[in-house]
C-alpha cells in the first residue's frame, strides 16, 4: 500500500507566477488535508478536503490560494501569482475517516524568488 | 481556540539514555486525540505515537511512551534506549474537531554518539 504521494517535491518559482501542487492520498483514504510549515515551525493547518467537496477551508488565506479534490485524480492546491512569504513546505496529509490518524506526504518544497 | 505548547526548543541526549519531551494543551472538547510525530532532517512527517483521550491507559510503541495527564491537560513523549535516528524535530499535535491537527512548535532532539 503505497503512502501518500507528492509531486513535485521541489518547485521554484518567480514572483507572480502561478504554483501547483498535487497530493495522491493512501489507497481507501477519501480524506485529505493540507499544512504550511514556515522555516522552523510547526506544521499550520489549510484545509480540508473530501472527494468534491472542502469540508473546512478556515486556514486558508482568503486571496489567491485555492483547493480542490475533483472525483477523479489528486488533491491540487493552487496559489496564484505567488509572492516571497508563500516560500515554505506544504504538507498533504489523508485518512481514511475524520477521527483517524493522518499520514503525511513527503512534503513540496516551494521556493519563490 | 484549541492550542499546543513544547516548552523545550531543544534538546540533547547521549545515545542509550532516556529522554522525556514535554507538551501541554488546551481544548474544550471532551473526546480528542494526541499524536506525537517525528521529523528528521529528510522532513517528512512520520507518526510516533497517538493517544485516545478516552482511554486512560498510556499509548506505548516499542521504545516510545507517553504520560498522558488528561486532567493536567499534559502530554509527554519518553524515549528509551535512545538511538542515533532519534535525532529529529518532534512535533506533539492535537486533532482539532475530528478534522484537523493543531501542532506544537516542535522540539530539535539531537541523540549524541
Known amino acids: 500500500n503505497a503512502g501518500v504521494m507528492q509531486n513535485p517535491r521541489h518547485l521554484v518559482r518567480r514572483r507572480g507566477q502561478e504554483a501547483r501542487l498535487r497530493c495522491s492520498p493512501m489507497?481507501?483514504?477519501?480524506?485529505v488535508y493540507w499544512y504550511r510549515q514556515l522555516p522552523e515551525e510547526g506544521l499550520k493547518f489549510m484545509v480540508y478536503?473530501?472527494?468534491?467537496?472542502?469540508?473546512?477551508e478556515s486556514g486558508m488565506p482568503k486571496e489567491r490560494f485555492s483547493a480542490e479534490f475533483p472525483k477523479e485524480g489528486p488533491s491540487i492546491l493552487r496559489i496564484q501569482q505567488v509572492v516571497r512569504g508563500d516560500s515554505a513546505a506544504y504538507f498533504c496529509?489523508?485518512?481514511?475517516?475524520?477521527?483517524?490518524?493522518?499520514?503525511f506526504g513527503p512534503g513540496t518544497r516551494l521556493t519563490v524568488l | 481556540a484549541q492550542t499546543v505548547t513544547q516548552s523545550q526548543p531543544e534538546m540533547s541526549v547521549q545515545e542509550a539514555e532516556t529522554v522525556t519531551l514535554s507538551c501541554t494543551y488546551d481544548?474544550?472538547?471532551?473526546?480528542?486525540?494526541l499524536f506525537w510525530y517525528k521529523q528528521p532532517p529528510s522532513r517528512q512527517m512520520i507518526l510516533v505515537i497517538r493517544?485516545?483521550?478516552?482511554?486512560?491507559q498510556n499509548a506505548t510503541e516499542n521504545r516510545f511512551s507517553v504520560n498522558f495527564q488528561k486532567a493536567a491537560k499534559s502530554f509527554s513523549l519518553k524515549i528509551s534506549d535512545s538511538q542515533l535516528g532519534d535525532t529529529a524535530m518532534y512535533f506533539c499535535?492535537?486533532?482539532?474537531?475530528?478534522?484537523?491537527?493543531?501542532f506544537g512548535q516542535g522540539t530539535r532532539l539531537t541523540i549524541n554518539p
Open positions: 496529509a489523508s485518512s481514511p475517516d475524520t477521527s483517524d490518524t493522518q499520514y
Open positions: 489507497k481507501g483514504h477519501s480524506h
Open positions: 478536503l473530501q472527494k468534491e467537496n472542502i469540508i473546512d
Open positions: 481544548t474544550s472538547e471532551s473526546n480528542y486525540y
Open positions: 493517544q485516545e483521550a478516552y482511554k486512560q
Open positions: 499535535a492535537l486533532l482539532q474537531g475530528a478534522q484537523k491537527l493543531v
